[in-house]
Nanobody, 120 residues
Framework: QVQLVESGGGLVQAGGSLRLSCAAS????????MAWYRQAPGKQRELVAC???????NYADSVKGRFTISRDNAKNTVYLQMNSLKPEDTDVYYC??????????????WGQGPRVTVSS
């Protein structure tokens, strides 16, 4: 089993910053991808940022230059540094991890989703 423990989120004013974190634990032999998605009520879940095992990063156009994804391999933790936040960034943010579970295979896991609220 793989467990994801998320922290961060909250209420900030426009222009402020937050950092989300997501730590994976369990019988993990390797983590291929760590990512952050967000979803507003009534809308589709969209990819915000992802980081691959080789270090390659991808960002949604709407967050480029403002958000930074990083990972701490020793802790199996992914971070999303969110700067210059806008009201449009208000969403529930979901951590997603694609991990190789020892002796089983590769599976995807979702976090519970910290909520980020940005006020004007």
């Amino acid at each position: 089993q793989v467990q994801l423990v998320e922290s961060g989120g909250g209420l900030v004013q426009a222009g402020g910053s937050l950092r989300l974190s997501c730590a994976a634990s369990g019988t993990i032999s390797n983590i291929n991808v760590m990512a952050w998605y967000r979803q507003a009520p009534g809308k589709q879940r969209e990819l915000v940022a992802c980081i691959f095992s080789g270090g390659t990063k991808n960002y949604a156009d709407s967050v480029k230059g403002r958000f930074t994804i990083s990972r701490d391999n020793a802790k199996n933790t992914v971070y999303l540094q969110m700067n210059s936040l806008k009201p449009e960034d208000t969403d529930v943010y979901y951590c997603h991890v694609v991990a190789v579970v020892s002796g089983r295979g590769t599976y995807g896991y979702w976090g519970q989703g910290p909520r980020v609220t940005v006020s004007s």
